[in-house]
């Protein structure tokens, strides 16, 4: 569009030096175009298209959502994880030794060297059978 | 003609809910019997396990995991945290108004409970 604005203005540049002095317009008007040409391409190696830019500015905001998305998943996955890791834990330590029901239950030694510097109390079980 | 099907519905009904009735999940069942102990229902716990647990489920020994469920507050409800399916073993997380316990469950061939523990957290 904003070559096409240019052409024109060259050839109404062209038109009227014609009038004026005909025999230097072609001289003109070759000048002008190719003046106007260098000048386009001057702009677009520099300074991005507007429209392009704005594609390029919505795709990097769709990324960074995606990638914000991903990483909320990520995270809720970790926390799950974590969840089950605790779970199986507690019913590792709850596993090695089962007794009658209200009686206290010692966890296993891993879990315990792992809870036992806090002075934890130990986890208890409560229940019937054995798992 | 017009009463057919309604009647058919109605007939077939009752063999419906009892179908269901018979396949809980393990969550649903866990829920169950975690709501029967709360409750302090020893006869609602026992009719729950296997014929060999079941002289061990006293109103005495209900009471006591109900006391130390009672500590956390009301129950919420439970989710599933892992399972083990060949051995039917499944670990839940209830929820209380203060607090979560684990709650594990073993399951018989027949549904029956051939385990149910509870953990307090630490």
Redesign the interface.
């Known amino acids: 569009m904003r070559r096409a604005a240019v052409i024109v203005a060259a050839v109404i540049v062209n038109c009227t030096a014609f009038v004026q002095s005909p025999a230097h317009a072609f001289e003109s008007s070759g000048i002008i175009i190719a003046g106007s040409f260098l000048g386009l391409f001057h702009h677009h190696s520099t300074q991005p298209h507007e429209g392009r830019c704005a594609g390029e500015l919505h795709g990097d905001r769709r990324t960074v959502a995606a990638q914000r998305a991903r990483i909320a998943e990520l995270e809720r996955e970790r926390a799950a994880q974590h969840a089950r890791i605790v779970a199986l834990e507690r019913s590792l330590a709850n596993e090695t030794k089962q007794t009658s029901v209200g009686t206290l239950t010692r966890p296993h030694p891993m879990v315990v060297a792992r809870h036992d510097p806090a002075r934890q109390p130990r986890p208890e079980s409560y229940g019937w059978g054995s798992i | 003609m017009r009463h057919a099907i309604p009647t058919a519905v109605l007939a077939v009904l009752p063999f419906v809910t009892i179908g269901c009735a018979r396949h809980l999940t393990p969550p649903a069942i866990a829920d169950a019997m975690t709501r029967a102990v709360y409750a302090g229902d020893a006869a609602g716990a026992r009719s729950r ?2 014929e060999a ?1 079941r002289p ?2 006293t109103p005495q ?1 209900v009471s ?2 109900s006391a ?1 469920m009672h500590r956390y507050g009301e129950y919420r409800g439970l989710s599933q ?2 399972e083990i399916p060949a051995q039917r ?1 499944y ?1 839940f ?1 209830a929820e209380f108004d203060r607090g979560t316990m ?1 709650i ?1 469950l ?1 399951l018989a061939s027949d549904g029956s ?10």
């Open positions: 396990f296997i647990l061990s489920v020994s006591v995991v130390r945290v892992s073993r670990d997380e684990l594990q073993k409970i051939s385990a149910y523990r509870v953990v307090p957290n630490e």
